[in-house]
């Protein structure tokens, strides 16, 4: 799917009632959103209903969209805080299979091959698992950052916090994931 | 409060690998590692965590969950028009007005009505549709036109006097009815006379084409954003006393020239993102975990949510005043360098941070004036003469503005600045996007990706703007556009931001304001004809600005702005007093942070010396 409208345009539209334009912002962020929310929350099926609810109330309250802002971010938001509130105790981490249907698509990233290639099954989801160990804050910081590719600036607005807070943060994280990935190694 | 010198941390090569140091933090973590293995071993080891986790498997979402969200838009699309009836039934304002939706069965024919013409509009454009089976929907009826009642019928804040333009009840479910058959309905004399569907979306088709292709021009929506062309964004900085910030007197400034200000407070992304860049390009945001010992952090509207400007007795100083270096000291000196104690501390201040948070709170209800306000921002949309009037009466009331610096921002010049940056990874000017440090050329991940992506979008807006780049294009493209609304928002800024975040310098891009005209000469002006006031005010802001050309030519205005063109202006008003050497005290260190321990518990501020 190849759509050229911008985000603005396909708001637009949507404000006037053309459902296809809301659609198109739909296709466009489902699977970034829908990825993020899983690690943030630890389960894949509270990310799908998460991330349904938070498209709904983004279309039915799209007129409160302020347009100088990033849809996405805005978009976000309402996810995030919709996953924060939804109230569910951590259930038992769900396994993203990649052999599920779902659909795989590219990871976000094609960097240097870290030390521990991700290519078994179980180190992936010792990988998921070690983030859904985290500590919530420790854990938000981590998906904004690393999956969401957001700076320090947008984490700190996104969680309002100060961006000292971010970067203490975030350090904590990476060194807990650090212990929690070396003992995966044997 | 003592001068804290610069000390790196391991929480700086965690913000290394995120390119997110200032250029003295970068300069001091890099002689670190050089001499340093461990360090390097640490950096590595970070960077290392940061790959695995950006390589995680990305998966689809499943075919079935986007059919299902399709369905609950569906649904949401009849709440809204139900919704509209609603408003209707209560006397309120509705734009469905006369509709019985939700009423009688009638008014669920015309729900059902309405959502089988959104259907029929949804297959007649080109774009993909969530629903297979939408696509295979031929409709019978012509598409409503660009801007028809019926496609503003959806929406929660009804229009007056709407008329719909119904199509027959669906027989079942399938192809979209005729408006034949809806003429046939025994309807109400007092039901809405429908509209007439317009021939197919192609007026709609017609309007994305216009708006790919000419960007700059005017729209004929009025609910579209406006494109500015390239420098019409200013940021004007100003220092003013605490009690100018604490009463807002800017407000009167804005309202006095026409330019309604919104007081509830908005994220800074709302800031374009040019200026945004521009401001994180020159002055890196560095600030410390400051919210342990600061406790003080208020909202300056009251509210716990946003973030604050406010500090109770931190105070800064211009760098060179203080002695200290533009970077700011940093935080976790006093914090172990092992992992392991690192993990255990951890613990302990985020606590500290939830402590903190909730004492924040409770600090609101507390008296305003025990605690000084760093500053605040205020993003401005408004034409340039009313630009200009604003500055102009600021600057002749220095009892309350003073050290007026207005600094025009380029987004050509970003855009180069980016490309630059992608292309030789240079670690200064990230201006705040998460560039990988020691990324090699050649290497691409998601950070420079984003890079690379940003750079991009801007630099093929730069070239289209470009291509009008001489002034009659300009100036007829600009006369085109409008401003919809002269509107100002305050902008929430992290706290330390108006610390680290200065006017230009005088080798940089802006320069000062100086006085338009002394005041007898102004009046003077004034008496004559307003629009001679005005324009000589717009002049002398042009004729400064295009000062900026002997110094950097590149963030010079590309034509004088005209009265009428639309301009964002971000004012950023630091706290004059704050600035004084005298109370400097520069934003919390860790080594604050032990002391104020004992001073959590207390609402009172805290000491400006450890």
Redo the contacts between chains.
């Keep these: 799917m190849a759509d050229q409208h911008t985000d603005a345009e396909c708001i637009a539209k949507a404000r006037q009632g053309e459902r296809a334009a809301f659609d198109t912002l739909v296709l466009r962020y489902q699977d970034r959103l829908f990825n993020t929310l899983a690690r943030l929350m630890g389960s894949s099926d509270d990310a799908l209903d998460i991330a349904q609810d938070a498209f709904v109330q983004a279309y039915v309250k799209l007129d409160t969209f302020k347009e100088t802002a990033a849809f996405y971010t805005w978009l976000y938001r309402i996810a995030f805080n919709l996953a924060m509130s939804h109230g569910r105790k951590r259930r038992p981490l769900t396994i993203m299979d990649t052999d599920d249907t779902t659909r795989n698509i590219e990871p976000a990233s094609t960097a240097v091959s870290p030390s521990e290639p991700l290519e078994s099954a179980e180190r992936v989801a010792g990988v998921q698992a070690a983030i859904h160990d985290l500590a919530d804050e420790h854990r938000q910081v981590v998906v904004l950052r690393e999956l969401e590719g957001c700076d320090y600036e947008q984490i700190a607005d996104i969680l309002e916090i100060p961006i000292g807070t971010v970067r203490s943060r975030l350090f904590r994280a990476r060194a807990c994931l650090k212990e929690k990935l070396a003992t995966m190694v044997d | 409060m003592s001068q804290t010198p610069f000390q790196p941390d391991?929480?700086l090569?965690?913000?290394y690998i995120?390119g997110?140091l200032s250029a003295d933090e970068l300069r001091a973590v890099e002689e670190w590692i050089a001499t340093d293995p461990a360090a390097q071993a640490l950096v590595e080891?970070?960077r290392?965590?940061?790959?695995?986790?950006?390589?995680?498997?990305?998966?689809?979402?499943?075919a079935e969950?986007?059919a299902?969200?399709?369905q609950?838009?569906?649904e949401?699309?009849s709440?809204?028009t139900s919704l509209g009836a609603k408003h209707e039934e209560n006397g309120q304002a509705g734009g469905i007005a006369s509709l019985p939706i939700g009423r009688s069965k009638r008014g669920w024919w015309w729900s059902a009505a309405a959502i089988a013409a959104?259907v029929a509009?949804?297959a007649m454009?080109p774009?993909?549709?969530?629903n297979d089976q939408v696509a295979k929907n031929t409709p019978t009826t012509k598409a409503p036109a660009?801007?028809s009642e019926?496609?503003?019928?959806?929406?929660?804040?009804g229009t007056e006097g709407e008329r719909m333009t119904m199509s027959a009840p669906p027989s079942d479910g399938a192809a979209a009815p005729s408006l034949d058959a809806l003429a046939t309905e025994d309807l109400s004399a007092d039901m809405p006379t429908p509209p007439e569907f317009a021939p197919e979306a192609t007026p709609?088709r017609a309007d994305?084409a216009r708006?790919?292709e000419a960007p700059l021009a005017a729209t004929a929506?009025p609910?579209?954003?406006v494109e500015p062309v390239d420098n019409t964004y200013l940021i004007v900085w100003c220092e003013v006393p605490p009690e100018t910030l604490r009463q807002r007197e800017i407000n009167n400034v804005l309202g006095d020239n026409g330019i309604q200000i919104d007081d509830r407070t908005?994220?800074?992304?709302?800031?374009?993102e040019p200026v945004?860049q521009q401001i994180?390009m020159r002055n890196r945001?560095?600030?410390?975990?400051?919210?342990g010992p600061r406790g003080r952090?208020r909202s300056v509207e009251g509210t716990a949510?946003?973030?604050s400007a406010a500090a109770s007795t931190r105070s800064f100083a211009p760098a060179e005043a203080t002695g200290r270096s533009a970077s700011p000291p940093l935080?976790?000196r006093n914090q172990p360098t092992t992992?392991?104690a690192?993990?255990g501390q951890?613990n302990d201040?985020?606590e500290r941070?939830r402590d903190n948070k909730q004492q924040d709170e409770e600090a609101d209800a507390e008296a305003d004036e025990s605690v000084e306000i760093e500053g605040e921002t205020i993003?401005v949309d408004a034409t340039a003469d009313q630009i200009a009037s604003c500055l102009a009466a600021m600057q002749n009331d220095p009892g309350n503005y003073a050290s007026i610096t207005v600094e025009p921002v380029s987004k050509q010049a970003i855009a180069e600045q980016l490309i630059q940056n992608r292309r030789g990874g240079a670690a200064a000017g990230r201006a705040?996007?998460?560039l990988?440090m020691g990324v090699q050329d050649g290497?691409?991940?998601?950070?420079d990706?984003?890079t690379v992506d940003l750079a991009d979008s801007m630099e093929g807006k730069v070239a289209m703007e470009a291509q009008a780049a001489n002034e009659a294009e300009i100036s007829q493209q600009v006369t085109e556009l409008q401003v919809q609304r002269p509107q100002a928002r305050r902008l929430?800024r992290?706290?330390?931001w108006y610390y680290y975040n200065t006017a230009p310098q005088d080798d940089q891009q802006g320069i000062p304001l100086p006085v338009y005209q002394d005041a007898n000469s102004k009046v003077a002006a004034e008496d004559k004809t307003l629009a001679n006031g005005k324009t000589a005010k717009l002049e002398e802001l042009n004729r400064l600005v295009k000062q900026q050309q002997q110094v950097r030519p590149q963030q010079s205005l590309q034509a004088p702005l005209k009265e009428q063109q639309p301009v964002q202006v971000l004012f950023v008003l630091r706290n004059s007093r704050l600035s004084n050497p005298a109370l400097s005290a520069g934003?919390a260190t860790a080594s604050e942070i032990a002391p104020a321990e004992a001073m959590e518990a207390s609402p009172a501020p805290a000491s400006e010396s450890p």
């Design positions: 391991d929480e090569l965690s913000a995120d997110e080891e970070l290392n965590v940061s790959n695995t986790v950006q390589s995680l498997p990305r998966t689809a979402v499943p969950w986007t299902q969200l399709a609950r838009l569906d949401a699309t709440s809204k959104a509009v949804m454009l774009q993909a549709n969530l660009a801007g019926l496609a503003r019928a959806p929406m929660l804040e709609e994305f708006m790919a929506e609910t579209a954003p908005e994220s800074w992304l709302a800031a374009a945004r994180a945001i560095a600030v410390e975990n400051s919210s952090v949510s946003r973030e935080a976790g992992s392991d690192g993990v951890e201040l985020d941070d993003l705040g996007l998460s990988r290497e691409q991940n998601a950070d990706a984003a929430q992290p706290k330390d934003p």
